[in-house]
């Protein structure tokens, strides 16, 4: 039995790869899809902080990339639309040992699951948001979504085949607005940066936010118009500016990739609700046996 446990310890001390991450299911996303990329980036960077499969949890929405759960090995909550932040928050309070991530397009985050967006962000919940932003409705055969910027391309899809005159949202300026304690921008055709900024937001302890440019080929090939444009935020940009990040931000000439933002010293909610248990409890846990008491 010692030999046993022994081999089981040093089995599970093993450096683990990006496959050991993904599940038996394989992905059914059309050929080109940056969603792969935003996959291939999530289980590297898994396997080089070595996570424990186990203490990680992937809530998604609905949309091509709210079938992120299944392709990967841990535990996982495939929602209904746009529900995918209220879930995660419940998640991430219940157990705050838990790794939890968020995996929502644009149509699922900016569209009805809009509303719950801000709130995650201003109570700085300890989870990482991922957008995979392919400015259309993939799912559902290519309607315009919020973010759609190309008119061209909108006069092609199903829901305007004259054209779209709504004005896009801008993701990365509505997390910076909305208060995230860490916004970041990446595309899936880069994918040493990709997984470069991922990484950095599973390390920041609270809100993190990543819109991942993720091109959809078949309804919205925007891969011409979008990498011409792409430029590398440098290392002079002060990240704990968030006017200056917000200049970055609404830059309509170019995509900029990179950490807009971080706030490392601000408290997370799961640290506001520990202090409230210590102030409610009086400064220690009462048993339940004690609670009952004063019922009975």
């Not at 746009?82 to 991530?101: F, Q």
């Not at 009805?112 to 109570?123: E, L, N, S, V, W």
């Not at 917000?246 to 010293?265: I, K, M, S, T």
Request: aromatic letters at 10%; charged letters at 20%.
């Amino acid at each position: 039995m010692a030999e046993v446990a022994q081999a089981q310890t040093l089995h599970e001390a093993e450096p683990r790869r990006a496959k050991d991450y993904r599940s038996a299911v394989d992905p059914i996303w059309c050929p080109g899809c940056g969603d792969f990329g935003v996959l291939s980036a999530v289980s590297e960077v898994f396997a080089e902080r070595n996570i424990d499969p186990d203490n990680v949890v992937i809530v998604s929405g609905i949309g091509c990339s709210g079938r992120f759960p299944a392709f990967l090995r841990c535990y996982g909550f495939h929602g209904v639309h746009g529900r995918a932040l209220p879930t995660a928050t419940g998640v991430a309070l219940a157990n705050p040992k838990l790794r939890v991530m968020v995996v929502g397009g644009d149509g699922d985050g900016l569209s009805i699951g809009a509303g719950h967006f801000p709130h995650a962000a201003r109570r700085n919940v300890d989870l990482t948001y991922l957008l995979p932003d392919n400015e259309i409705y993939g799912l559902t055969k290519g309607q315009i979504s919020p973010t759609t910027t190309d008119l061209s391309l909108a006069k092609k899809a199903l829901s305007s085949p004259h054209g779209s005159w709504e004005q896009p949202v801008n993701p990365v300026g509505l997390a910076l607005s909305y208060g995230a304690s860490f916004v970041a921008r990446a595309y899936s055709a880069q994918r040493k940066e990709l997984s470069k900024v991922i990484d950095e937001a599973l390390a920041h302890r609270g809100f993190s936010f990543v819109q991942v440019v993720s091109p959809c080929t078949t309804f919205y090939n925007s891969y011409k118009t979008i990498t011409p444009k792409v430029r590398f935020i440098d290392d002079e940009h002060n990240i704990h500016d968030r006017n200056g990040a917000l200049q970055l931000a609404y830059d309509r000439r170019h995509v900029w990739l990179g950490v807009f933002y971080r706030d490392p010293d601000r408290p997370t909610l799961q640290d506001q609700f520990q202090h409230i248990r210590e102030v409610s409890a009086g400064g220690r846990q009462r048993a339940l046996n004690d609670i009952f008491r004063q019922y009975t």
